[in-house]
């Protein structure tokens, strides 16, 4: 019978267990039900307070599967049992538990162990675990001593460097997750562009004082800074839409290096406007891409990739906070394994490398020549800044809305003439001779 599993946080999973004393038909019925309810879970491992059982009980199994490489170990039931040696050498590896569904804690542990116990009938048992088969045995006698995963949770140090709206979401995500401590962010104190606008501060030292982080403000990265960032001696650096290049010097810091989130699947647009090349290129899918950096433009080693269907009505604005929150998403799946070394990242395919270029307000600019088609993705790509606009009769005339018709002819649904406020297309065509067509090539 499968049994229900308690998750975090039960008081049962806390409490005490007691040794097995009888091996009699209760037990038998309760540890087949433990396997068919770790299998029924995809489990690799069961202790008995997860089924709310205090008794000191574990089953675990693995079988190998393609997606990974980690050696298999048969179904093993164990009472009683004990760690009677450990090895001295530790690793750190990314563990996940039934009782937290969907988590991934970075968990370090002796390498080896040798647990004495009793079988499912109470005959002496001696397991010589290792790798895999060695973490399970000590995650589930932790279980039997009321300790859970997240007990072993050494926080990372983090340094965060952002400046615009982009990485919002990445450092409130960071924040929350338990298994890393910002040591600081970083951000431009210079009077900075916001989607076109000039805003006085940066909204992510906004974020990080209402977090009560602490916000280290440059104007450049000179040796001040770089000092300052190694008193902090950080583990990793978070880089996301932060305004500079980080040199060398810096990013070889942290221990792990400095990571950035880009909205793009890398190597493709490379540069500082990924999101709007995808939407001007036409591009059917987009996402985003953690790299390692180096000192080329977005050209380190890939850590990990998330893609996403670049939809026809989406424009810039709608997919920024789209990847933006995909981006935290994935950095938080990504660390972990990347901080266990369980992920190896692996170099960007150059020859297959492309460029995204900064755009001025001219970009906006359209003719009547124009084809419908770059028309109509520039509406998207430019909302809200540059916008698209298009000169006639000594009138500037924004075109802020558009779709295509059954026939696939560009129809305009709204402008904004110079001065004016934005109103429907007929309207204005009724006040103005102009007629706004754009051709179908
Ligand atoms: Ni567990």
């Known amino acids: 019978m499968k049994l229900e599993i308690l998750t975090d946080p039960n008081p049962i999973l806390r409490k005490p267990t007691e040794e097995v004393a009888r091996f009699d038909m209760e037990l038998q019925t309760l540890i087949d039900d433990m396997v068919e309810t770790m299998r029924a879970n995809d489990g690799i491992g069961l202790a008995a307070p997860q089924v709310g059982v205090s008794k000191k009980i574990v089953v675990c199994e693995f079988e190998p599967t393609s997606k990974n490489d980690y050696p298999g170990f048969p179904l093993t039931v164990i009472c009683n049992p004990k760690i009677k040696t450990k090895s001295n050498k530790e690793c750190k590896m990314v563990e996940g538990c039934l009782s937290f569904p969907g988590i991934g804690i970075m968990v370090k542990r002796p390498k080896d162990v040798q647990v004495v116990g009793l079988d499912r009938y109470g005959k002496p048992i001696e397991i010589e675990a290792d790798k895999l088969f060695s973490r399970v045995m000590q995650h589930e006698i932790d279980h039997l001593n009321s300790t859970l995963m997240i007990d072993h949770i050494e926080a990372a140090d983090i340094v965060f460097f952002s400046t615009g709206k982009f990485g919002l979401k990445t450092l409130e995500a960071l924040n929350s997750d338990p298994q ?3 040591r600081a962010v970083v951000t431009d104190s210079k009077k900075l562009k916001c989607r076109g606008k000039n805003i006085e501060s940066s909204p992510v030292k906004e974020l990080a004082k ?11 990265l000179d040796e001040e800074f770089t000092k300052k960032l190694k008193k902090l001696k ?5 880089v996301i839409d932060f305004g500079y290049i980080i040199p060398k010097y810096l990013f070889e810091i942290p221990k792990f290096g400095i990571v950035n989130v880009h909205p793009s699947l890398l190597p493709k647009y490379r540069g500082p406007t990924p999101i709007q090349s995808s939407i001007l290129d036409g591009a059917k899918k987009t996402g985003v891409t953690i790299i390692k950096i180096d000192e080329g433009v977005d050209s380190g080693p890939i850590l990990s990739q998330a893609e996403a269907r670049l939809t026809k009505s989406a424009n810039f604005e709608i997919l920024y906070d789209y990847l933006a929150e995909a981006g935290a998403g994935l950095l938080l799946d990504t660390l972990p394994y990347y901080l266990t070394h369980e992920l190896k990242p692996t170099n960007q395919n150059e020859a ?3 460029y995204s270029k900064m755009f001025t307000k001219k970009d906006g600019e359209v003719t009547l020549q124009t084809p419908a088609v770059e028309v109509e993705r520039k509406i998207k790509a430019f ?5 698209v606009y298009i000169n006639l009769n000594n009138l500037t005339i924004q075109i802020t809305a558009a779709h295509f018709d059954r026939e696939k002819n560009l129809v305009i649904d709204r402008v904004k003439p110079a001065g004016k406020g934005e109103m429907n297309y007929d309207d204005f065509k009724r006040g103005h001779k102009i007629l706004l067509t754009f051709p179908n090539s």
């Open 180 to 182: 890393y401590r910002i």
């Open 210 to 220: 209402k977090l009560g982080l602490n916000v280290v403000e440059i104007t450049s």
């Open 234 to 238: 950080p583990d990793l650096g978070v």
């Open 352 to 354: 297959k490398a492309s």
């Open 383 to 387: 909302y809200p800044w540059p916008g």
